[in-house]
């Protein structure tokens, strides 16, 4: 991103720590899929982040476009919900099911409790086995501040591979 006055060395850069705290503070996120023929799909999605796997968990009808984009090409784009303060994390999403579905139930029934119906985390496991459950699985992520002077110096990228 040297074209942006992003400089070369990690001096005035991101810490993680700060991806993390915006991917579980946000309360929707931009899911990014991609069709088969190449047909972009970009809709907003309740999800969590798992600190301690490095993955992001979302849920959706088994009959979604986001699905059947999947099954095609997985692939995917997420980002949180800010626009000034930006965490964009590109991977690859997993379908997950049984155990790995219950996993995340516990973390994203605290995070949307307050929500209609998701007040017991037995409901939300319930909801979430009828649902398609993913997991992102990062390959790299970006954290931009969208400010003039923090853009150019604080832009980051991490990567997993």
């Not at 309740?46 to 099954?71: M, Q, T």
């Not at 980002?79 to 965490?87: E, L, S, W």
């Not at 017991?120 to 398609?132: K, L, P, Q, S």
Request: contains cysteine.
């Amino acid at each position: 991103m040297a074209d942006y006055g992003v400089p070369t060395e990690l001096e005035g850069t991101l810490p993680w720590s700060w991806a993390e705290e915006r991917l579980a503070a946000s309360r929707n996120f931009w899911l990014i899929t991609v069709s088969g023929s190449g047909r972009p799909h970009a809709l907003p999605v309740w999800g969590v982040w798992i600190p301690e796997r490095d993955r992001f968990a979302f849920s959706c009808s088994p009959k979604a476009r986001k699905v059947r984009n999947l099954e095609a090409n997985d692939r995917v784009v997420i980002t949180n919900d800010d626009a000034v303060n930006v965490v964009s994390l590109e991977g690859r999403a997993e379908r997950i099911s049984g155990v790995a579905i219950d996993a995340m139930c516990v973390p994203y029934q605290a995070k949307y409790a307050a929500e209609q119906f998701f007040e017991d985390v037995e409901v939300v496991t319930g909801f979430m086995h009828e649902n398609a459950v993913y997991e992102v699985v990062p390959d790299r992520a970006f954290g931009i501040i969208e400010t003039p002077e923090d853009f150019g110096p604080r832009a980051t990228r991490w990567d997993w591979n």
